[in-house]
């Protein structure tokens, strides 16, 4: 009888669940394609040993500077593609400097090879599962896209 | 004068436009310096080497920039070929993302040379052109000032020189002096001389005038016989003429010592003297009083009569003193006065000097007594013996009392056959045997020669005797109350005294 009870009760959570996604799906796409963001996290391997990064530590990895994490371990650093409004909304909140000042600072940086370039992806899902899959790699979604396959480092105060 | 401000004006202005460019190269230096900064941030922010040689080629290609070096926290990033130590110019490096992050920095080391040597040459060129302006204006001026104004005022100082104010020598001026400046000045110098001549010659006239006047008061001054000084208030002598000269210095007194006190070392009340002039000073009143010195040279008595006068002159007090030798009328008058008070026949004092005499204790209110003397049948020897013999008795008796009077007590004759005789606090005893002393010695027999013989001629004496201040408060009445007392004797006993009595 209990037994019955929960199971119905897993079973309409689940739904629940189902439900909620669609209806997260439809708002973040209904949000991007208004300009409206959900907040962004970082994001590491689940077995990453690094609990949290600095926003400091964010900007030597995303501009080049390091490819290391705090521990001292390589990172494999990913980002969207140039002109991916993540991306934009990212560097632009993380830097507090307009995307084309980022992209003339790349520009400049480029013919160097002293810096190292993060890996482009084109979507979202596509950084969730490199992030999922490789040990040391770290990237950012949005929020409301976090699976249990990965772990956020970093959140950016709303 | 003008060239050598021109020169210090071009060496100003070199300075100046040389410190400016100099100004200017730094700031050059400096905005290129900020021009490279956000690059060589990056750079140091990756201390990406290849990015920070980049910065440093590009900013030695400056001419003015002699070396740079780009620096991150702990590395050198790169540096030019002539760069050793730090710069002159370091500018701040700070992380792109992070402003506040510092990060490295820039060293610059300006080419002083060259920024130098620009600057020398453009402010050079500025004198230079300035002087090229300026030159030929100043050689211009020069010239113009030099023929319009040194060259005239220079033949207007030398004529000048050459002129002797008062003197009827003038400037020469050109046709027409109303037309320029100097001829104007020229005009007026000739004015001043016009005046300059009068005021000379007036100030000539003058001067010949005040010479006369001092030539006739000093000749009446230095020539006059009466014998003047003037004394200055503190009692230098100023001036003092011949005649006083001869006087003081024929009395024995130093002429260059201070008056008076060179008088009063000689003066018998020199006490007087000072309060004289003191006074004299005090109350600037003409002063006159007579005062008697000893000569010390000959131990004569000699009288002065000063008059003292208070001139005030300038502001301060002189006083002038006139000093007339009266030691001559003086001795005279003593010897009147003398004569009139003494009695010719016994040298003893008249009625009047008595009478001076009395008066005078009287007023110094001495108290004395008066003992009046008459001479008991006196006429009888007159009428026998003649006049010789009542002269000669006369003088007996007169010499008689002055034997036994000292010298503070009164003798005199005061009438015919009258004696009088006045003595100073005398008691009633003392009086008594004085009185009958006085009898004692009239009553000595005269010897005396007449054509029948030697004979000797006696008188007796009746005497009043009367006390001051007890008997009269006057002389007048005193006199009276020893006559009343001397007449009561003549009646009575005669050859005798007796004490007034009221």
Redesign the interface.
């Known amino acids: 009888m209990r037994r019955q009870v929960l199971s119905s009760i897993q079973r309409n959570l689940a739904r629940l669940r189902v439900f909620f996604r669609l209806i997260l799906s439809v708002m973040l796409f209904t949000s991007f394609t208004a300009g409206a963001t959900d907040p962004l996290v970082v994001i590491v391997h689940k077995d990453n040993p690094n609990q949290q990064i600095s926003q400091?530590q964010l900007?030597d990895l995303y501009?080049?500077?390091y490819t290391a994490f705090p521990d001292g371990t390589l990172a494999k650093v990913l980002d969207y593609e140039q002109g991916h409004p993540l991306r934009t909304f990212f560097l632009t909140s993380l830097?507090?400097?307009p995307i084309n000042q980022i992209n003339a600072?790349w520009s400049?940086?480029k013919?160097?090879?002293?810096?190292s370039f993060p890996q482009a992806h084109q979507s979202i899902d596509a950084i969730l599962e490199e992030v999922a899959s490789t040990p040391d790699a770290i990237g950012y979604v949005p929020a409301t896209t976090v699976t249990e396959d990965v772990k956020v480092v970093y959140r950016f105060v709303q | 004068m003008t060239l050598l401000f021109s020169v210090i004006y071009a060496k100003l202005y070199y300075r100046h436009v040389f410190d400016e460019e100099l100004a200017r190269a730094s700031d050059t230096v400096m905005q290129i310096g900020k021009t490279v900064s956000s690059t060589a941030s990056i750079a140091a922010y990756l201390e990406d080497k290849d990015l920070a040689t980049e910065v440093v080629n590009g900013l030695v290609s400056n001419d003015v920039i002699l070396s740079a070096a780009l620096v991150s926290k702990d590395t050198l990033l790169a540096k030019s070929i002539l760069h050793s130590g730090p710069g002159s110019i370091q500018i701040e490096l700070v992380n792109p993302f992070f402003l506040s992050e510092h990060i490295g920095l820039i060293h610059i080391a300006p080419n002083t040379q060259i920024i130098e040597q620009n600057a020398q040459n453009i402010a050079l060129g500025g004198v230079r052109t300035m002087l090229v302006v300026i030159l030929p204006i100043i050689i211009l001026l020069m010239a113009l000032v030099y023929w319009q104004v040194t060259r005239p005022l220079n033949h207007v100082g030398k004529q000048l020189a050459k002129i002797l104010p008062g003197s009827a020598q003038r400037l020469r001026v050109d046709k027409h002096p109303q037309h320029n400046e100097i001829g104007r000045i020229e005009l007026g110098i000739n004015t001043l001389l016009d005046k300059a001549e009068v005021l000379f010659e007036q100030e000539r006239s003058l001067r010949a005038e005040v010479v006369e006047l001092e030539k006739r008061f000093r000749l009446m001054f230095e020539q006059s016989s009466s014998p003047t000084l003037l004394v200055k208030d503190e009692g230098d002598i100023l001036l003092i003429n011949d005649a006083a000269k001869d006087l003081l210095v024929g009395m024995g007194i130093d002429i260059d010592e201070r008056f008076p006190e060179n008088l009063g070392l000689y003066c018998k009340t020199p006490d007087i003297l000072y309060t004289f002039t003191e006074n004299s000073i005090k109350q600037k009143q003409v002063m006159q009083s007579e005062f008697e010195f000893i000569n010390p040279l000959t131990q004569t008595t000699v009288w002065l009569s000063i008059i003292v006068l208070n001139t005030l002159s300038d502001g301060k007090w002189y006083f002038q003193v006139f000093l007339a030798d009266i030691t001559l009328r003086k001795t005279m008058l003593n010897q009147l006065n003398k004569r009139a008070q003494r009695d010719s026949l016994t040298g003893l004092y008249n009625r009047y000097g008595a009478e001076l005499m009395l008066l005078d204790w009287i007023d110094n209110q001495c108290t004395f007594s008066l003992l009046l003397i008459d001479l008991d049948k006196f006429k009888p020897i007159n009428d026998v013996y003649g006049h010789n013999a009542g002269d000669a008795l006369l003088k007996h008796v007169a010499s008689q009392l002055s034997n036994i009077m000292g010298t503070t007590d009164l003798v005199c004759r005061w009438g015919g056959d009258e004696f009088l005789i006045a003595r100073m606090d005398i008691t009633q005893q003392e009086l008594t045997r004085l009185a009958q002393t006085l009898l004692e010695a009239i009553n000595q027999p005269m010897p005396f020669e007449h054509r029948e013989g030697l004979t000797e001629l006696v008188v007796g004496a009746s005497i009043g005797i009367a006390h001051f201040p007890q008997h009269a408060e006057n002389l007048k009445g005193l006199v009276e109350c020893a006559d009343v007392a001397m007449y009561s004797i003549k009646k009575t006993s005669r050859n005798n005294f007796t004490f007034y009595s009221n």
């Open positions: 400091h900007v501009m080049g500077k830097t507090g400097r600072y400049q940086v013919f160097s090879g002293k810096a």
